[in-house]
Nanobody, 126 residues
Framework: DVQLQASGGGLVQAGGSLTLSCVVS????????IGWFRQAAGKEREGVSCFSSSTSTAVYAYSVKGRFTISSDNAKNTMYLQMNSLKPEDTAVYYCAAVSRDRGWDSCIPHGMDSWGKGTLVTVSS
């Protein structure tokens, strides 16, 4: 049974940093593409970043590139999203998600991911 549990959200001032964690179970991270998505109030869920630990390949949304870093610690069954230089427009509920690596990078979209964790709220004040 695939499960993901995100944590680490909170309130931070603009320009600050925050690290989100997502503990996973029921699958091997190496066999999956893992990702972070977010949904701001009144908006559609959007992709933030996806990562394949087997190939050490990461992709980022243009809006976060250079500020956010996705990673995983497979020994701890945990994925991370390091967020730096946060902006008020980064305010959203952040979700971790996963899809089998066999599905390919085209699955790195909200409707392409198979398994989701409950979200964690990130609020960036100006």
């Amino acid at each position: 049974d695939v499960q993901l549990q995100a944590s680490g959200g909170g309130l931070v001032q603009a320009g600050g940093s925050l690290t989100l964690s997502c503990v996973v179970s029921g699958f091997t991270i190496d066999d999956y593409i893992i990702g972070w998505f977010r949904q701001a109030a009144g908006k559609e869920r959007e992709g933030v970043s996806c990562f394949s630990s087997s190939t050490s390949t990461a992709v980022y949304a243009y809006s976060v590139k250079g500020r956010f870093t996705i990673s995983s610690d497979n020994a701890k069954n945990t994925m991370y999203l390091q967020m730096n230089s946060l902006k008020p427009e980064d305010t959203a509920v952040y979700y971790c998600a996963a899809v089998s690596r066999d599905r390919g990078w085209d699955s790195c979209i909200p409707h392409g991911m198979d398994s989701w964790g409950k979200g964690t709220l990130v609020t960036v004040s100006s």
